[in-house]
């Protein structure tokens, strides 16, 4: 392997290729982690910095960190050929190694590709866990100012990006079509030039659903995303809607959609709460019977109304870890029986763990995707790393906004201090814990959960729930995995 | 917390104090530690919290002492590589000029 080309530190820190090759008759280590498995702790995943893993014993680890393993062991060669160790037989698959690790990396250089546009702050609904502070329909200045939306649109095009995915939240997003159709109509002008791959979705909860709405989507290829909390009472009691039935609305709208737009230009998400934790087979079904193929078993997050009305105090990591470990037990059993459904959450591990490219997700990328993979355009012409950033500075800490669409550029946004420290405290190749964290090459951070919740970006990991929950997540799907047979096979076949 | 109270010693020559460290910060959603520096130990003192016994946080602060001091090992024996991997798969980044580098 020739040596890289580099520029060399003072301190000749990067030293030339053929100084770290092993001696003959033995072999060198390559970068990895581990972690004893949850529940059986004689087992170790064992997992190197391009997300590959194995699950060995702790005798077998030690053997194997301080180098007494024979190359004629089966284990030798496992450990070999999936990039643990190299020896002089194998030396050359560094090559094969540093595209993948790149390749790992890669969404960071792409940079911000998802963009959020706060159209309006009004909503028509109720729900207890509301993520943002809520204003009834009749409040029109908390829509979102035409000017400010015109901007949003030439900032999201300022990233370098290939791909410019346009968001629309709200409140109720649909409540201000108008300003949809502008942004739109703007992004798409632009576009003509600029050539990127260019998407929009509509978060709705799909009351507004009128045919000019439907007629404008259809025309646009614009995506609908909508919340189905599961069956009519569950989902009427977490998002209520006075003097509405909210569920029989959302299905019948849902039905007109997929017949305007077409069947799988509809996405459905769910919010968990206490009274979801014993009904997950319910919602899974309910799901199914509204036609969708995929169900995303989100918990609550410590923002806005959830924090306000203590919503989110109602469960911990570990009750919400049982909620989806049921669902997903349900959910394989459906595809072992033909019926094909996918859990999200699970979905999206699995792309950490086994997919070369990973997942765009934002809570599991390190550095956080904070503003760098998805940013906030507030009505108000506040810009937020995160959709958890306004949420927060809604209830009244506005210590999380970058600058503001109309008085700052682009340099200034994306550079901020409170941007760069977010990013900087949250890495988890720094972090205390996850920097020696097992699973660290499929985790991320998540700044905007450990502010919320203790006023620091990095948060302790030995108590974070958020960490509680990947790391639970993690070691049940490898428990998962290494039973075998159809299950892994169903898991597997997840992947993207 | 509890009010069972336990204590664990470290050698000094088999563990480093920052493996100590390490563990105690794993295990300090556990127990609340109390770490001392006595001449070829390192002592700690541990009260466990709710939902925790004093053997639980014995055995759980034995292993991640173990494990810490292995992670050490690996740390250092894949320092190099790991750099020379990192520094080849990003050699081709626009990363900007850093002070302090050769040109």
Redesign the interface.
């Known amino acids: 392997m020739s040596p890289p080309n580099l520029r060399l530190s003072k301190t000749g820190r990067f030293r030339p290729g053929e100084e770290i090759s092993p001696p003959p008759d033995s072999y060198s280590l390559m970068p990895f982690r581990f972690e004893r498995l949850e529940g059986d702790e004689e087992q170790v995943v064992v997992v190197n910095d391009l997300g590959e893993y194995l699950l060995i014993t702790h005798e077998q680890l030690v053997r194997f960190a301080t180098g007494m393993l024979e190359p004629t062991e089966p284990l030798y060669r496992e450990l070999r050929s999936h990039q643990f160790l190299f020896d002089r037989e194998s030396i050359s698959n560094l090559d094969v190694v540093v595209p993948r690790l790149r390749l790992k990396k890669q969404r960071v250089s792409d940079f911000t590709a998802l963009n959020m546009f706060v159209v309006t702050l009004r909503c028509n609904q109720s729900c207890p866990y509301c993520q943002v502070s809520r204003q009834s329909e009749d409040r029109a200045q908390f829509d979102m100012p035409e000017e400010v939306a015109k901007k949003g649109v030439e900032f999201a095009f300022r990233s370098p990006s290939p791909d410019v995915k346009i968001e629309f939240q709200g409140g109720e997003s649909l409540l201000n079509f108008e300003l949809i159709k502008s942004i739109v109509i703007e992004a798409e002008a632009r576009n003509e030039t600029e050539r990127r791959s260019l998407e929009f979705v509509a978060a709705t909860n799909m009351t507004f659903l009128t045919d000019e709405i439907l007629d404008f989507f259809r025309e646009h290829n614009i995506l609908v995303s909508t919340s189905i909390d599961g069956p009519a009472d569950l989902h009427n009691k977490n998002r209520p809607y006075k003097g509405h039935d909210a569920f029989a609305e959302v299905c019948a709208n849902i039905a007109r959609a997929r017949s305007a737009l077409g069947p799988d230009r509809v996405a459905a998400l769910m919010t968990t709460t206490r009274s979801s934790l014993t009904r997950p087979r319910e919602i899974i079904d309910q799901y199914l019977e509204l036609g969708f193929n995929a169900v995303f078993f989100r918990p609550l997050s410590p923002y806005g109304f959830a924090i306000k009305t203590k919503s989110f105090y109602e469960y911990s990591a570990d009750e919400f870890l049982d909620f989806w470990k049921e669902g997903l037990d349900y959910i394989i059993e459906l595809n072992r029986n033909g019926v094909f459904i996918i859990e999200h959450f699970t979905s999206i591990l699995l792309d950490k763990m086994f997919s070369r490219r990973g997942t765009g997700y934002v809570n599991l990328q390190s550095p956080a995707g904070n503003g760098i993979a998805g940013i906030v355009y507030n009505y108000d012409g506040y810009v937020y790393a995160s959709d958890e950033g306004r949420m927060i500075a809604e209830m009244g800490d506005h210590s999380l906004r970058l600058g503001h669409l109309l008085r700052d550029g682009y340099d200034d946004i994306l550079g901020s201090d409170v941007l760069l420290q977010m990013l900087d405290e949250s890495l988890a190749e720094s972090s205390p814990q996850c920097a020696d964290c097992g699973f660290q090459p499929w985790c991320g951070s998540d700044p905007d959960y450990h502010y919320a919740m203790s006023r620091d970006f990095t948060g302790h990991k030995p108590t974070s729930g958020f960490c509680k929950k990947n790391t639970g997540a993690f070691n049940h799907i490898i428990r998962l995995m290494a039973e075998g047979g159809e299950p892994a096979r169903i898991l597997k076949s997840w992947v993207r | 917390m509890n009010a069972d109270r336990g204590s664990v010693q470290f050698q000094k020559k088999v563990y480093s104090l920052e493996a100590v460290k390490?563990a105690l910060?794993?295990?300090?959603?556990?127990a609340i530690f109390e770490l001392r520096d006595t001449a070829d130990e390192w002592e700690v003192e541990f009260f466990p919290r709710d939902g925790w016994s004093r053997s639980d946080v014995e055995e759980s602060l034995n292993?991640s002492v173990l494990?810490?001091d292995?992670?050490e090992?690996?740390r250092r024996?894949?320092e190099?590589?790991?750099?020379?991997?990192?520094?080849?798969?990003?050699?081709?980044?626009d990363l900007g000029e850093s002070e302090?580098?050769?040109?």
């Not at chain 2, 910060?25 to 556990?30: A, D, F, K, Q, V």
């Not at chain 2, 302090?100 to 040109?103: S, V, W």
């Open positions: 390490k910060y794993r295990l300090s959603g556990r292993a494990d810490e292995l992670r090992i690996v024996e894949t190099t590589i790991r750099n020379l991997l990192l520094a080849h798969a990003f050699s081709r980044a302090g580098e050769d040109r």
